[in-house]
């Protein structure tokens, strides 16, 4: 369902660079959102005659006119802010060591082990039903939506037939995608799966808890709460069984490990890519840190090395590469995998990554958030999410004290805090 190597994804929006989902709300909520499209954006006469050009393309797939004027009033333009984001570039490389400091960090694993106890019995009926590990559902939830946190941020929303006309409409790269989860979405919303007032979400027509684009809610939907309704947005079981049943239709298998970390020996990034059987695997060389023996040795499984021949080894097994059938990214699929291992009870990674002398921990990303919280630079959120709230704080700390103003969160840049801070 979504797509990307890195956290970089034209089908859905990405946790580093913002992640962003549905929100409940009110016929207001519609109203004040498209209102501010229409303030932020000129009236568009071509867009205006492209819509009707849609509309009876859409007519021609069961969607009424009635619908489509219905779900576009008031909208007379793209929206510009879905431009900035389809054209985004990070202004600094993500390294994969930044995205799991992100993603599988105390926070998720405290917040994932309370919502396994209040979701337990759902957490239990969802399993047994598609054969899914719960803290791998846990997991999913806490990278796409924070556990539902971020939907409750109706500003950092998107409505949803807008975003996605403005993709069919001004994104030659995304037209065809634009357009095809357009037509998905207003069927939803003519099926009565979703009101108006609750249709927003990603600047690339992510939506709900598990962040499904319209097409693949089609395809995976469930109902787990029974209450006539496929309700991704508001209903946490629903949710979650949409997330299980798409691992499921794709082959999950229950009960297997999604793979194993592994010390690389000497020369053995070479085989990076390669697909062996563990057994292989270990005569070659390729030991688990702890020592411990690999469970059914005849299993196959590909070297994955993200962050190069300095960095630790992953034997990947099917169940990883399942993953990836709902974001494909290794990036992604390994952020899932480690963060349901914490969940589950098991220890973390042994090894560390090979940060540069300039690049920042874990604990010292909060600590940069902190100082510069306390300067009067950022009044965001101090979760160790080191975005473009936090880049822009660095940089006006930069531009005070006379260093580079790049935006980077680096050693010089907290240090230069730390001494800031002392007078």
């Not at 021949?309 to 290794?330: E, T």
């Not at 473009?388 to 935006?407: C, L, N, P, W, Y």
């Amino acid at each position: 369902m979504k797509h990307k190597r890195k956290p970089n994804n034209p089908l859905k929006i990405n946790i580093f660079y913002l992640f962003v989902c549905i929100f409940w709300g009110s016929i207001g909520l519609h109203n004040s959102i498209t209102a501010r499209a229409a303030e932020t954006a000129e009236p568009d006469p071509a867009f205006q005659a492209w819509l009707q050009a849609f509309y009876a393309r859409a007519e021609k797939k069961g969607i009424s006119k009635k619908l489509c004027r219905q779900a576009f009033a008031g909208i007379t333009a793209p929206d510009p802010k879905v431009l900035r984001k389809a054209a985004f570039q990070p202004e600094f490389t993500t390294e994969i060591w930044d995205y799991l400091d992100t993603v599988v960090s105390p926070a998720n694993i405290a917040q994932g082990r309370a919502m396994a106890k209040k979701y337990r019995d759902w957490l239990k009926k969802i399993s047994v039903r598609f054969g899914v590990d719960t803290s791998v559902l846990l997991a999913i939830w806490a990278i796409e939506s924070r556990y539902g946190a971020v939907l409750q941020h109706p500003e950092r929303l998107y409505y949803i037939p807008q975003a996605l006309a403005t993709l069919a409409y001004s994104d030659k790269g995304r037209r065809e995608f634009g357009e095809q989860q357009l037509i998905a979405a207003l069927q939803i919303l003519q099926n009565g799966d979703v009101k108006l007032a609750q249709f927003y979400g990603s600047w690339a027509g992510a939506m709900g808890h598990t962040q499904f684009i319209p097409t693949s809610y089609q395809l995976y939907g469930v109902d787990m709460d029974r209450d006539g309704q496929r309700d991704i947005w508001n209903s946490v079981p629903d949710a979650l069984a949409t997330a299980a049943n798409l691992l499921h239709k794709n082959g999950w298998r229950t009960g297997i490990s999604w793979g194993y970390e592994v010390k690389v020996p000497q020369n053995g990034v070479r085989y990076r890519g390669k697909t062996k059987t563990l057994a292989q695997w270990r005569k070659l060389g390729f030991f688990r840190p702890n020592r411990r023996s690999f469970p059914k040795p005849a299993t196959r499984a590909e070297l994955k090395m993200p962050a190069g021949k300095l960095g630790p080894g992953f034997l990947c097994q099917r169940n990883f590469f399942i993953i990836k059938r709902y974001n494909n990214s290794d990036f992604y699929a390994l952020a899932v995998s480690l963060l349901s291992d914490r969940l589950a009870g098991k220890a973390g990674m042994v090894q560390g990554w090979p940060r540069p002398t300039t690049a920042l921990f874990a604990k010292e990303k909060f600590q940069l958030q902190e100082l510069l919280h306390v300067q009067g630079y950022y009044d965001g959120a101090i979760d160790g999410d080191l975005g473009s709230g936090t880049r822009k704080a660095i940089k006006d700390f930069q531009k005070k004290v006379g260093m580079a103003q790049d935006g980077k969160p680096t050693r010089a840049v907290l240090e230069a805090l730390q001494r800031a801070g002392k007078f």
